[in-house]
């Protein structure tokens, strides 16, 4: 079974510009989750997609960062425009079921690494 | 506040010896408790999951307990290889309003295995 699938890899880019990620969950995979992980921390859970619903954006800064889950498939998260403390690995990871009140495994890709200048 | 505390030092232990990991949270009442793996450049791997009810938890040589009254969390690997080097994250999965659950991420802490 192929893994979650993520590019690009690196990114670098000088602040006040754009940058979009790409994430491709394991088929079937009904939940799909964008984390934020500055260095030394853990990962941060940016949005969560149910299908091609959002489930929650809580900690999603609305005012730079969009994301989208069309056909309920594969995502793209967007930073328009970044700044220098959104340098970071962004990961996507996907979960099969979501059931209410209950937990699932996540499967992480292996994130893009972006460096704001 | 709420928080997640991990062994913010990393840990250094031998070959062969058991290595034990400390997870402490304030201010959460998770309803299940989970731990990830993660090597340098790579994302999280899923190891092992226990539910607010259970005790102890076991996978071959991993082990993972769960006190909801100390609010803390202990994960053991026995017979430790340099193959466990890494860092291991501790998730609090959190039940929240709407009925869906979400991670709460500590730093984790990196455990290097010394032969």
């Known amino acids: 079974e192929a893994g979650v699938a993520q590019s690009p890899r690196y990114k670098i880019i000088e602040k006040r510009q754009s940058v979009a990620f790409w994430c491709n969950p394991i088929?079937?995979?009904?939940?799909l989750y964008w984390y934020q992980q500055i260095l030394g921390q853990g990962p941060k859970l940016l949005i969560q997609?149910?299908?091609?619903?959002?489930?929650?954006d809580s900690q999603l800064p609305k005012d730079r960062f969009s994301a989208e889950r069309l056909k309920g498939v594969d995502s793209t998260l967007k930073i328009q425009p970044a700044k220098l403390e959104d340098s970071a690995v962004y990961l996507c990871?996907?979960?099969?079921?979501?059931?209410?009140?209950?937990?699932?495994?996540?499967?992480f890709g292996p994130g893009t690494r972006l460096t704001v200048l | 506040s709420q928080k997640i505390e991990q062994n913010s030092e990393a840990l250094n232990i031998q070959e062969g010896k058991t290595a034990t990991l400390t997870c402490n949270y304030t201010?959460?009442?998770?309803?299940?408790l989970q731990w990830y793996r993660q090597d340098p450049g790579r994302g999280p791997v899923f190891l092992l999951l226990?539910?607010?009810?259970?005790k102890e938890k076991r996978k071959e040589r991993l082990k993972v307990t769960f006190d909801t009254t100390l609010k803390q969390s202990l994960f053991h690997i026995t017979a430790s290889q340099p193959a466990d080097s890494a860092t291991y994250l501790c998730?609090?999965?959190?039940?929240?309003?709407?009925?869906?659950?979400?991670?709460?991420f500590g730093a984790g802490t990196r455990l290097a295995v010394h032969p």
């Open positions: 990871a996907s979960s099969l079921l979501w059931r209410k009140g209950h937990s699932d495994t996540q499967y």
């Open positions: 088929s079937g995979h009904a939940t």
């Open positions: 997609f149910q299908n091609n619903g959002v489930v929650d």
């Open positions: 201010n959460y009442s998770p309803a299940y």
């Open positions: 226990i539910r607010e009810n259970e």
């Open positions: 998730a609090l999965d959190i039940l929240f309003s709407g009925g869906y659950n979400k991670l709460i």
